[in-house]
Nanobody
Framework: QVQVVESGGGSVEAGGSLRLSCTVS????????MSWFRQAPGKEREGVAC????????YTGDSVKGRFTISRDNAKETVYLQMNSLKPGETTLYYC?????????????????????WGRGTRVTVSS
């Protein structure tokens, strides 16, 4: 049984930083690209960043480019999201998703249909 567990959320002031973690068990971790998503109430889930299984290739969404960095440690079966210069509008639930493929395919990298595994999310609150 695959388990995906996010952690690291919390409260921070605008301009501050947080690092989210997502630990996965029950699958061959390096065979799957991993992504971070976020979803505010009443809005569609938004893809934030993707990292391929091996090799370090990443894809970052335009809204967070230059501020957020995705990384992974395959030995620890964990993917991270370093978030800097956080904005109040980024207060929401952040999710980790496991792609059925090992790569981040530009064009449909954040299409939810290619993700088979999801965590329950970790909440981030950014105060002004």
């Amino acid at each position: 049984q695959v388990q995906v567990v996010e952690s690291g959320g919390g409260s921070v002031e605008a301009g501050g930083s947080l690092r989210l973690s997502c630990t996965v068990s029950g699958l061959t971790f390096d065979e799957h690209a991993m992504s971070w998503f976020r979803q505010a109430p009443g809005k569609e889930r938004e893809g934030v960043a993707c990292i391929q299984g091996i090799g370090g290739y990443t894809y970052t969404g335009d809204s967070v480019k230059g501020r957020f960095t995705i990384s992974r440690d395959n030995a620890k079966e964990t993917v991270y999201l370093q978030m800097n210069s956080l904005k109040p509008g980024e207060t929401t639930l952040y999710y980790c998703g496991g792609n059925r493929a090992s790569f981040c395919a530009v064009g449909y990298v954040f299409r939810e249909g290619v993700y088979d595994y999801w965590g329950r999310g970790t909440r981030v609150t950014v105060s002004s």
